[in-house]
């Protein structure tokens, strides 16, 4: 679950599947990875584990962020057909 100590970052595209508002992204680091949360900026109440980052994956910080954001990719809306 998300929880007041994290970090969230605005993700630059991604959008909430509940109310279509903008998602946040947080990382949560455990003993062998980050766990990557998002959540609605609105606060519908959508929040939602999007995956993990191992550490032997990532030499930085920073790239975990960039995972983190890439996870987001799923809930844009630029893959969507219709
Ligand atoms: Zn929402």
């Known amino acids: 679950m998300v929880d007041s100590s994290m970090f969230m970052i605005q993700h ?16 949560k680091e455990e003993a062998s ?9 609105d606060g519908c109440g959508f929040n939602q584990m999007a995956g993990r980052v191992k550490l032997t994956d990532v030499d930085h910080q ?12 799923q809930w844009t809306n630029r893959n969507e057909q219709k």
């Open 33 to 41: 990875s980050w766990k990557v949360y998002y959540e609605c900026n």
């Open 62 to 73: 920073d790239e975990v962020h960039d995972r983190a954001r890439e996870m987001g990719e």
């Open 12 to 27: 630059p595209s991604a959008t909430c599947p509940g109310c279509e508002s903008s998602l946040s992204y947080g990382t």
